[in-house]
């Protein structure tokens, strides 16, 4: 067989259990996620789970993980959680609103949050999509819909349910929503969550994201989310991926924002197998401000892949990207990122950079940053670094009786805090300072011997 053959033999796999399931997928969702479900399959059909032929997935071969054999979550599960379990593992425990997520479903047994402010919305997209349509169906696939990439169209398709929250226009949401999202099973599993965050017209949010495994098993979870920041909103998205080694993940992020925004996304990637974040943002409206932070930790056989696209589609916009990896033993990390100035985006302000650290010979990283820029009055820069830990700093530590492991871990620790210090809530800034060092000191967590890899 053909790696050709082989290709049209796992999108094959993919449409037959779409058309197989489709009655299921339909009663276990709503009509808003139903719609759209024909014209997904169709997408998908057309370019199939991608490989590295595929120019944006050519430092990640997505064929090898979807090629596998797991149980496909068509229908919700119930089971009972205890969220103090999660807890006591890494999954860092806040001053927050707390909703969890296990296997890509609302959990039934969530308590209602019932001191937010008065409008405020947060709960089962699902639910939310039956109960309250009028919240959904502007925004719901209006982002992903754009996209060609076929594990979005792939998403689309099989979506049943995730997160939703809406923040009305004028509204400050003080205290951070945290969403727990664990995978928990006796078997290898596929889930599919779809997540859907809009935030009004001058309004302020947080929402805290901490992916989790409970069970030492393969999983592959297939996650997008589209998220609308409002003229003048204030937006913040933090993401923790502290799986288990065996635990894959595609995460698709789409931001679209209006004039006068303010964005923050921070992504930290503690552990896990194969991890693909993409995170697109459209800057739609003028003035608008998006700060993108993301950091890695790898080791072993990890793969960690971040892409970014920012669509500069208007004038006096301000994007800054600043993504750091720490590879150690045989990982292997990837960097892409894109800009797109548009014609008449003038006053643009775009800049990009990606630092990483090899500790030793047989990690690799690729990187591969992007300018398209088609105005000529604009500020943009981007850069990359791989290298291996500076030696004389390593030696001026040395040189005042620190020892080697203690002067590398300060050193790395250095490295990482420049992400880490954009982080706008103290509390979890602390927390992920401590997590990153946890890390470096390869003091894994250890619940359900998740790590056992």
Known sequence: MT????????????????????????EGSSDLLNRMRDIAIKRFEKVGIPGFKNENYKYTNLERIFGKSFRHLLEYQPVDVDLNEAFRCDVPQLDTDVVLLVNGWYYAKNQPLNNLPKGVVVGSLK?????????????????????DDPIVALNTAFAQDGFFMYVPDQVVVEKPIQVINLMRAE?????????????????????????????PVDFLTNSVTEVFVGQDAVLDIYTIQNQNNQANSVNSSFFRQEANSNLLSSVATLHGGLIRNNLKVEMAGEHAEANLYGMSFTDKNQHVDNFTNIEHAVPNCLSNQVYKNVLDEDSVGAFTGRIHVVRDAQKTNAFQRNNNVLLTDSAKMNTKPQLIIDADDVKCSHGATIGQIDEEALFYLRARCIGEADARMMLMNAFAHEVVQNIRVEPLRDRIDELVEKRLRGELARCHACDKN
């Open 3 to 26: 790696l050709t053959a082989n290709k049209v033999a796992l999108s094959e796999k993919y449409t037959e259990l779409f058309h197989a399931n489709r009655s299921l997928l339909d």
């Open 127 to 147: 639910q939310v999509a039956n109960e309250q349509p009028e919240l959904v169906k502007d925004y719901l696939n209006r982002q992903a819909g754009l996209s």
């Open 187 to 215: 078997e290898p599993v596929f889930a599919t969550q779809r997540n859907l965050i809009i935030a009004g017209k001058n309004s302020q949010a947080k929402v805290i994201f901490c992916d989790h495994t409970m069970n």
